[in-house]
C-alpha cells in the first residue's frame, strides 16, 4: 500500500513541481510573490477544457493552445501590472497588485465557466500499468516523465542559451545585468512567459490525472508553489522541483493516513516549524546581506 | 584611556578575506581615521564595531567591555553611534522625527507610559524635543526641522545621519566617509564640525577617502590594504610613507 | 498652538459623529455607517501593521473571525456579559497574532505576506470543518443583543453609538501611539530595518508588537461584528475581506490614520454603487486596486498632498 501512495505522492509532487517553477523562477529574479501566478494557470487549463469538450479539438493542439494563451497572459499581467511597480520601494506595492491581478482573473474565468467543479477529459487513455507488482495508471508515469523533460530542458536553457544566461544574470543583480547589455524587460517578459507556459501544463497535468477542474484551483495553486519554493528554497529551479516532490509525498501521506480536510493544515504547521529552524527554507543558503 | 579595543579582527566571505587580524583602539576624545584603497576591508570593519556584522575570530572591548557577540541594537545602549556610507537616513518622515528616533533608547517611555502616564511620557517627549532641537542647531538643520528628509540637498542629509547619531549621546561616532558627495567648501565645514565634536569630548572613529580631510582632523591614522594593518601613525607619518604612496599612486618606475 | 488646533478638531470631530443620527433618520444608512466604523477599525490596525511597520498582513480578516467567533461562543455558549467578551475578544486575537507574529519574526517580509494569507486560509477552514466548535459553514447564529450596564443595544442607532464608541477608541489610542516613541520605532523599521536597529531598535520585538496590537483592534472589531450581526460564518472573513482592507488602506494612504478612514468610505460607497453587477465585485475590486496602484501608489492621501503643494507653488509665485 505504502509503494503505491509514494508513487502518487511523486506524480502528484511531479504537478505541483511544474506550477512550482514558474512561480520560483519569477520570485528569484524580481523577488515579487506573484499571487496571480496559480489564477492564470488555472486560466490556461480552462483554456484547454472549453477546447477539448466544446471544439473537440485534438488534444495535442488544444494543450499548445493554453499553454500559449498561458504563457501569454503571464507576461500580459507582468506588462501592466508589475512593470510599472518595480523597484524596492514598491516590493509590497507590486505584491498588493499581484493579489488585484488575481481578482481579476479569477473572477473573469468565473464568469466564463462558474464555480463548479467540472469534469476534465484524460487526455491519454488510462490504463493500469503494473511495475514491480504495483497498480499505476499510466498518466503518473507519463507526469514524471514530462517534469523530467522539463527540468532538464529547462536547466540547459539557462546554461547554455544566451537569454538564459541573461535570466541568471538578471536574478543576481537587475541593474548590473542592465549595464551589461541584458535586455531586462524582454528578460523578464520571458521568465513570465515560461512560468505562465509550465504552469498551464502542470494545470492540465493535475486536471487530466484526476479527471477535475475548478477556479479554486488557482488559489490552492499559488499556496502550493509558495510552498514547494519555501520547502526546496526559493529562487531555483532545482529547488522547486524537490520542494514540489517533498510537498506532493507530504499531501498523499497526510491525505491517506491523517484526513484530507486537514491535510493543508498539517501542511502550513510543517512549514511554519520550517520557517522557524530555517528562515530561508530547508535548501535555501544563508547569504549574509551586504551593507 | 582607552574606549574601544578591537583585537584581532577577522572576517571571511566565502573565499573573500575581507579583514586580516586586524588589531585598532580608539582612546577617550580622539579622533582616528582609517583610509586604504577601495575593497581594503574599512566598511567591512565598521560594520564588525557596530555589530551589524559578527567576527569570525577576535573581540571588540569597549569600555573594557566585551561587546562582540552583543546583539545589533544594543550596541547603541552601550555607546557607540554610526552613520553609513550610502546614507541611510528614514526618507519619508521629517527631519525633526528622524533626529527623534536617534534618541529611542534614551526616551524611557513604555506602551503603558503613554496611555496611563500621559504626563510623564509627555515630559520624556518634551526633553527629547528640546535635545533634538539643540543637535540640529547644531549641526544647522533647525529651521529645515518639519522639511521631509528626501528634500533636503545631499550635503545636509550627511548632516542629518550624524545629526541623528549624536542623539543617541555616544561616546564613539563611527563615521563611514561623511565627506562623500559633498563640495569643497561642505567638505571644511564638516571637519570643523568633527573637529568642535572632539573638542566636546567624543571619540570619533572616520573611514575617509578625502585625504586631505582626513589628514587635518585625525590624531591617528591607520591605512588598510587588502584587510590588513599597512601602517599606523600620526598624520604626517602616513604622509611621507612610501608604501602609502604605492598604493594609492602606484609605484614609480 | 498647532497641537491644540489638532485637539479641538478631534473634539469637533467626536461631538458631530455622535450627533449625526438625529440629523439622518433613515436606516439604511445608518446601516452604512456601521458597515464604514467597523472597516474603519479593522483599517486603522491593519494601517498601523502594513503602512507604519511595513508588515503586509494579508491575514487581518483571521482576526477579525477569531474576535467574533470569541464573542459569538462566549455569548451563546457561555453566556458571559458582552464587554468582558469584547475585551477577551481582542485578547485572544492578540495570542494568536502573538503566535504568528514570533512564528515569523525571522523571516522576510514577502514570506510574512503568504504565510498571513496561508493562516487566514486555515483559520476559515478549521472554521468551516470543525463543527462541533464553530458550527461549520453555517456558523453560528442567535447571539443574544448585547448589554452594557443597562444600555441594551438593539436598535440600528445604538450599534451606530456603539460602533462610534469603538472607533474613536481605536482613533484615538493609535494616534497616540504612532506619535509616541514606539510610533517611530516602527516607521524606522519601515524605512529601513537596519538603521532603525543601529539607532537601538530591537527590530523583531517591534514588528512583533505592532503585529499584535494590530490584532487586538480587529478582534474587537470582530465581536462588535457578531453581535451587529446576530450571526456569524466563515465566509465572511475570507481572504477578500482581507484585500479589501488591504485596498481600502492603500487607497486612503499608506501611513496616515485619517486618511484611511477616506480610503473606507470610498470603497465602501463605491461596493454599494457596485451592488448590481455583483458577480463582477472581485473584478471590480481587482481593477481598483491594479489602477490606483499604478496610477496612484500613495492613495487619495498623495492625491491630496500633491495638489496642497501645487496650491503652495501657486501662493509663493503670487507673493
Request: glycine fraction near 8%; hydrophobic fraction near 50%.
Amino acid at each position: 500500500m505504502f509503494t503505491e501512495i509514494f508513487v502518487v505522492g511523486l506524480s502528484l509532487g511531479a504537478i505541483y513541481a511544474l506550477i512550482a517553477i514558474g512561480y520560483s523562477m519569477v520570485y528569484g529574479i524580481l523577488k515579487l510573490m506573484n499571487f496571480a501566478h496559480g489564477d492564470i494557470y488555472a486560466f490556461g487549463s480552462f483554456i484547454c477544457y472549453t477546447l477539448l469538450t466544446k471544439y473537440n479539438l485534438n488534444p495535442i493542439l488544444s494543450i499548445i493552445i493554453a499553454m500559449i494563451v498561458g504563457g501569454i497572459l503571464a507576461s500580459m499581467v507582468e506588462r501592466l501590472a508589475y512593470r510599472p511597480l518595480r523597484g524596492p520601494e514598491y516590493r509590497n506595492i507590486s505584491m498588493i497588485s499581484a493579489l488585484g491581478v488575481a481578482y481579476i482573473i479569477q473572477n473573469t474565468s468565473e464568469n466564463f465557466w462558474s464555480r463548479q467543479v467540472h469534469f476534465f477529459p484524460s487526455i491519454i487513455s488510462n490504463p493500469f500499468v503494473s511495475i514491480f507488482g504495483i497498480q499505476i495508471p499510466t498518466t503518473q508515469y507519463l507526469t514524471l516523465g514530462i517534469v523530467i523533460i522539463v527540468v532538464v530542458t529547462l536547466n540547459l536553457f539557462l546554461k547554455y542559451h544566451k537569454i538564459g544566461k541573461g535570466i541568471l544574470c538578471a536574478s543576481q543583480d537587475i541593474p548590473a545585468s542592465s549595464l551589461m547589455g541584458i535586455p531586462i524587460n524582454k528578460t523578464i517578459s520571458i521568465v513570465y512567459l515560461l512560468g505562465g507556459t509550465i504552469g498551464v501544463i502542470g494545470g492540465i497535468l493535475y486536471a487530466s490525472s484526476y479527471n477535475a477542474l475548478s477556479i479554486s484551483m488557482g488559489f490552492s495553486g499559488t499556496i502550493v508553489a509558495f510552498e514547494a519554493s519555501v520547502f526546496g528554497g526559493i529562487g531555483s529551479i532545482n529547488g522547486a522541483l524537490v520542494g514540489g516532490l517533498i510537498l506532493g509525498l507530504l499531501h498523499s501521506i497526510v491525505g491517506f493516513y491523517v484526513s484530507t480536510a486537514y491535510r493543508d493544515v498539517i501542511t502550513f504547521a510543517i512549514l511554519i516549524i520550517i520557517l522557524l529552524v530555517r528562515p530561508k527554507g530547508i535548501l535555501g543558503r544563508y547569504v549574509e546581506e551586504k551593507v | 584611556m582607552t574606549l574601544l579595543k578591537a583585537e584581532e579582527i577577522d572576517k571571511k566571505f566565502g573565499g573573500i578575506h575581507a579583514v586580516r587580524h586586524l588589531n585598532v583602539s580608539v582612546d577617550n576624545g580622539e579622533i582616528v581615521g582609517m583610509i586604504g584603497p577601495n575593497g581594503s576591508g574599512k566598511t567591512t570593519f565598521l560594520n564588525i564595531l557596530s555589530g551589524i556584522y559578527r567576527t569570525d575570530f577576535g573581540k571588540v572591548e569597549f569600555k573594557n567591555e566585551d561587546i562582540t557577540k552583543l546583539p545589533l541594537h544594543c550596541i547603541v545602549e552601550k555607546g557607540i553611534a554610526r552613520t553609513f556610507q550610502n546614507l541611510r537616513i528614514f526618507k519619508n518622515i521629517s527631519v525633526l522625527e528622524n533626529a527623534l528616533i536617534g534618541r529611542h533608547h534614551l526616551i524611557k517611555n513604555s506602551l503603558l507610559d503613554i496611555y496611563f502616564n500621559p504626563y510623564l511620557a509627555n515630559k520624556r517627549e518634551k526633553s527629547a524635543y528640546l535635545k533634538a532641537i539643540e543637535i540640529l542647531e547644531l549641526v544647522n538643520l533647525a529651521k529645515e526641522k518639519d522639511e521631509l528628509a528626501r528634500n533636503l540637498p545631499y550635503g545636509k542629509q550627511r548632516l542629518l545621519e550624524i545629526a541623528r547619531a549624536l542623539m543617541a549621546e555616544p561616546d564613539l561616532l563611527l563615521l563611514d566617509e561623511p565627506t562623500a558627495g559633498m563640495n569643497h567648501t561642505e567638505a571644511i565645514a564638516l571637519c570643523e564640525f568633527l573637529i568642535k565634536l572632539k573638542e566636546k569630548g567624543f571619540a570619533l572613529f572616520v573611514i575617509e577617502h578625502n585625504m586631505k580631510a582626513i589628514m587635518s582632523i585625525s590624531d591617528k591614522i591607520i591605512v588598510l590594504n587588502a584587510g590588513t594593518k599597512l601602517k599606523e601613525g600620526i598624520p604626517r607619518e602616513i604622509q611621507r610613507d612610501k608604501q602609502v604612496q604605492e598604493i594609492y599612486l602606484g609605484k614609480e618606475e | 498652538m498647532k497641537k491644540n488646533k489638532n485637539i479641538i478638531i478631534i473634539i469637533l470631530a467626536v461631538a458631530l459623529s455622535f450627533l449625526l443620527p438625529s440629523f439622518v433618520k433613515n436606516y439604511y444608512w445608518i446601516g452604512i455607517f456601521n458597515l464604514v466604523l467597523i472597516y474603519s477599525i479593522l483599517c486603522l490596525s491593519l494601517n498601523l501593521i502594513f503602512g507604519f511597520t511595513n508588515l503586509l498582513s494579508v491575514g487581518h480578516a483571521a482576526f477579525y473571525g477569531i474576535g467574533a467567533y470569541t464573542t459569538a461562543i462566549l455569548l451563546t455558549r457561555y453566556h458571559f456579559a458582552f464587554f468582558p467578551a469584547l475585551i477577551l475578544s481582542g485578547v485572544i486575537a492578540v495570542f494568536f497574532g502573538l503566535f504568528l507574529g514570533i512564528s515569523t519574526s525571522r523571516v522576510r517580509g514577502d514570506y510574512f505576506t503568504v504565510i498571513s494569507i496561508v493562516f487566514g486560509e486555515i483559520f476559515r477552514l478549521i472554521m468551516q470543518n470543525w463543527i462541533s466548535f464553530s458550527g461549520g459553514a453555517v456558523g453560528i447564529v442567535g447571539i443574544p443583543a448585547p448589554q452594557i450596564f443597562s444600555w441594551r443595544i438593539i436598535s440600528e442607532k445604538d450599534f451606530y453609538f456603539l460602533g462610534l464608541i469603538l472607533f474613536w477608541f481605536t482613533y484615538i489610542t493609535l494616534s497616540l501611539l504612532v506619535k509616541s516613541k514606539l510610533g517611530r520605532a516602527f516607521i524606522a523599521i519601515r524605512e529601513d530595518e537596519l538603521a532603525a536597529s543601529t539607532m537601538g531598535i530591537h527590530t523583531i520585538m517591534y514588528k512583533i508588537l505592532s503585529f499584535s496590537i494590530g490584532c487586538f483592534y480587529a478582534g474587537l472589531a470582530g465581536s462588535y461584528y457578531a453581535v451587529y450581526n446576530t450571526a456569524i460564518a466563515p465566509s465572511s472573513f475570507t481572504l477578500d475581506e482581507s484585500c479589501l482592507m488591504i485596498i481600502m488602506v492603500v487607497l486612503g494612504g499608506i501611513g496616515n490614520l485619517t486618511a484611511t478612514i477616506s480610503g473606507v468610505v470610498v470603497m465602501l460607497f463605491a461596493t454599494e454603487v457596485f451592488r448590481p453587477l455583483y458577480h463582477y465585485r472581485l473584478l471590480l475590486i481587482g481593477l481598483i486596486m491594479v489602477i490606483v496602484l499604478v496610477r496612484y501608489p500613495y492613495g487619495i492621501l498623495g492625491i491630496f498632498n500633491k495638489m496642497k503643494s501645487i496650491r503652495k507653488k501657486y501662493n509663493y509665485r503670487k507673493v
